[in-house]
């Protein structure tokens, strides 16, 4: 049987299907994500002045739109994409089929002949990465344990987080080395590669990942044998139940008739199970809100994904206009505020595991306020004793590496926490969320939340810049 079954295996199983492979296929998943979200924002000036033709006093504006159109479809097709994703057994075709959307949508932002293009071709990059994001998540937290799950997602962050950093560096740096089109060749040959991978790894069967008894802590025969052990099983209690009122002799029929006992205890369970599915398939929002720590998880996620779209927004413009900069030193300044994240995103996993996520989080947040509202300081809207020369562009440069740091002590927690209070309620009522378990559903949630400040902080910031200038803008959002 053990050959046979070996037999029926495709090519490599073994390590196609490995834990390794697995997580770390879903880390570049994550990372292409990443990279295609913020490979377009140091290039997105180029695009609008020299291939679109916008005026340049309104590229702020057409700026902010281009950004905030993502963060808009993201939050609208969000919980929809959760909720779907925990019905379906298969997330491996969920995911080759959310990349090959990205793909298109990438094409045609790429080729874009107007802006009203260039903005479908965002709503289809978002509803594809925003799928692959949720399905990757949850594919994670199948897939890690619960043991370091926190240094897991650390040094895991650190593989999709250098997505942020390569993304706006590589574009920024093609673009003025071999120009425009090489530029996008570089996108589309790691969505490819990216696919190419997805295609190589070989999901295990859902019963042997763990359904519902092992949520609740407790192998069972019947999981690891399948059908015919359940049937066994049916036969001894059915066996057992008779024994208890007859004796059993060599007459007696094996298989015997269902006694009333069996049939009331059976179809009690079976209706315990359908209704404990069915309310917290109804009620998971209900449930998962109520829960402070989840609520926690996703404002630390939409004010982390403010901070980041203020940067992303009003950055480059700031140091053109005011630094008279070149793209690739606009470029490196994303550099600077990701390689601290980059260097310790496996260490404050670590911390968070031994310590909890309350006091590093905290810290983090603070010290972030504090280096916004100095990053204001350096240029034409800051103080003039700092002022836009060399002095104040190393202060900007250097505030910005020390955002880098702080941002390493808060990034991640809102998924740890989401992750967590999951797990705590699968434990606690097994089979709560359905078959295939509320990851998806709760990493919706936390989508929803950081596509909320991807929503908000281009316009906020946006409008701030134009309305009371760059200083005032990091001063209200510190």
Known sequence: MAIGTNANHPI?????SSKGLIIACIAIALFTENFLFTFIVPILDYMLEERLNVDRSNAQHVISLVLSVHALVC?????????IADRISSRKGALLVSLSCELVGTIIVAAAPSVAILICGRIILAIGGNAAWIIGLATLADTVGTENSAQTLGTISVIYNSGLLLGPTVSGWLLGLAGYWPTWSAAIAVLVVDMAMRLVIIEKPKEQKGGRNTESGSATTNETNGPASSENADVEATAADAGTNNSLDETTPLLQPPTANTGNIQESASREDTVQQTDGSLNFYRIVLSHPRALTAMACHMTSSLVVTSL???LPLHVIRDFEWNIA??????????????????????LKDRHGTKVATGVGYLLTGLLLWLLGAPGHDGFSFIGSGQKGQIIYSSTLLALGFARSLTIGTGVIEITSVIREIQTEKPGIFGPNGGYSRAYSLTNFSWNVGLLTGPLLSGSLVQAVGYYYMNFIFD
């Open 75 to 83: 939050v609208v097709v969000g919980p929809l994409t959760g909720h």
């Open 12 to 16: 490599g199983y073994r390590w196609r």
């Open 312 to 314: 992303d927004t009003t």
């Open 329 to 350: 030193q606009t470029s490196f300044m994303f550099l600077l505020i990701q390689l601290p994240q980059l260097a310790l995103g496996t260490y404050t996993g670590w």
